[in-house]
């Protein structure tokens, strides 16, 4: 093939938003104008060790045009792959630090190997049986597709970039990210996040959601022990690499760039085990959607939109609020954490721990409830509170409006049936405050 003799450079197109290949001797104008995609905090740390030297730069070392076919035995590095260009990686056969742009297409067969490839906007990685890529990074308009038993390592996924991981397919510690940017026409954040989709039979263990990235578990999906976090809530102007002054639009406006935190949304026929939210971070629980062993901290919080958590863990700063349609069981709450039950929401079995929880608006129920020693529960307007067990120093306030049946207090109590018949019991007081009714242990 001719072709393979032909170098190039690879630089940026500033009309296409693109990179391509030019004559080994043309320039890069560089990159101006509005930003568009960026990496942020720590992925932009590691983005920036593993990105080939030659992607570093607008104007790189040359470039050999691709390989079609890398079979066993071959190892093909620095490629461009652009503008309907198909690579397969077959068996036995590697690619490294590849370039996938403007409609080019590789893909990774049983037995083949990528490391380090680098899709940029239109550019496609499809990872199909036994295939496996590593520390692949996915910009903005990019994608990377996982399927049956394909296996992908380590990818990043940025602002606009997306990984779809399916039918068998397995993704193990990708990291997840994006930006919020400021804009002046609507008044709002936009969003430029990178995601992962999880698709039946889908399934990605260990990922890390950072600020602006989202996890979407959809129906079939499978994750295992996701980590959502983020920077504490903070805007800034970044600074324009290319005139070293505060970033500004086309139209001279301050680009402004909200750092937040990780998002995973857990969608009808989802299920997720073991995800933990810090600092920020967000599960969201939507009807038909299982979340188990979640653990919410430092900030974290998990949403029970009309689906189902299991054995949540709510500890010190972390919160659960569980909405209409919404169960929660076996919840623990802990010193710190945080847990309401709203209207339509049901908690079941839940340990209050030196936490606090509240109960209020109309179906709100928790039932079977243990408030342990230094936990507080208190079922306001309209909220339902039965059969709970109150240990030692835990205390349960029942405001106006608020009903409470079956009470039980332990060392001596007895239950109790409505409110107005609450009785001074062995070993506790019964105070009345204002509008509230309260059950203190002594």
Not at 7 to 23: F, N
Not at 42 to 64: D, H, N, R, S, W
Not at 128 to 146: F, K, L, M
Request: charged content about 10%; overall charge negative; some cysteine.
């Amino acid at each position: 093939m001719s072709g393979l003799n032909h170098i190039y450079r690879l630089v940026w197109d500033q009309v296409r938003e693109a990179w391509v290949p030019v004559a080994e001797h043309c320039k890069s104008a560089g990159r101006t104008g509005v930003r568009r995609a960026a990496l942020t905090g720590k992925l932009a740390i590691l983005a920036i060790a593993v990105v080939p030297p030659v992607l570093q730069a607008y104007t790189g070392p040359a470039f050999q045009v691709y390989d079609p076919n890398v079979d066993a035995g071959e190892v093909v590095t620095g490629e461009v792959l652009m503008y309907g260009a198909v690579q397969n990686v077959n068996n036995g056969g590697i690619a490294n630090a590849t370039a996938v742009s403007s409609a080019g297409l590789q893909n990774v067969s049983a037995g083949g190997t990528t490391n380090g490839t680098i899709i940029y906007g239109g550019g496609t990685q499809n990872v199909y049986i036994d295939g496996t890529t590593n520390d692949t990074i996915i910009h903005s308009g990019g994608t990377q597709n996982v399927y049956d038993s394909g296996y992908a390592s380590g990818t990043i996924v940025n602002d606009y970039g997306i990984q779809n991981i399916s039918s068998g397919g397995t993704a193990k510690g990708a990291q997840i990210g994006g930006e919020y940017i400021w804009n002046p026409n609507t008044s709002k954040y936009d969003t430029y996040a990178g995601t992962q989709n999880v698709y039946d039979s889908g399934y990605a263990v260990g990922t890390i959601v950072n600020s602006g990235g989202y996890q979407v578990v959809h129906s079939g999906g499978y994750t295992d022990n996701t980590l959502l976090t983020g920077e504490p809530p903070v805007s800034y102007q970044p600074i324009d690499p290319d005139t070293g002054l505060p970033e500004v639009d086309e139209d001279g406006n301050p680009v402004i760039i909200y750092l937040g935190a990780g998002t995973q949304i857990v969608s009808s026929g989802g299920n997720t085990l073991g995800t933990m939210a810090i600092s920020g971070g967000t599960q969201t629980v939507y009807s038909g959607g299982v979340a188990t062993l979640s653990v919410m901290y430092n900030g974290g919080r998990q949403i029970v939109r009309g689906g189902t958590a299991v054995s949540t863990t709510i500890s010190s700063g972390g919160r659960q609020n569980v909405e209409s349609g919404g169960v929660a069981i076996s919840s623990t709450v802990s010193s710190g954490g945080t847990m309401g039950v709203q209207a339509g929401g049901t908690a079941q079995d839940t340990v209050i721990d030196g936490g606090y929880q509240y109960v209020g608006g109309s179906g709100a129920h928790a039932v079977n409830t243990t408030i342990m020693s230094g936990g507080l529960q208190n079922v306001r307007s309209s909220g339902t509170a039965s059969d709970t067990t109150i240990m030692s120093t835990g205390r349960q306030n029942v405001y106006s409006s608020g009903i409470v049946t079956s009470t039980r207090i332990e060392g001596g109590g007895r239950r109790t049936s409505m409110v107005e018949e609450l009785q001074t019991q062995p070993g506790c007081t019964l105070a009345v405050l204002k509008t509230s009714v309260a059950v203190r242990p002594i």
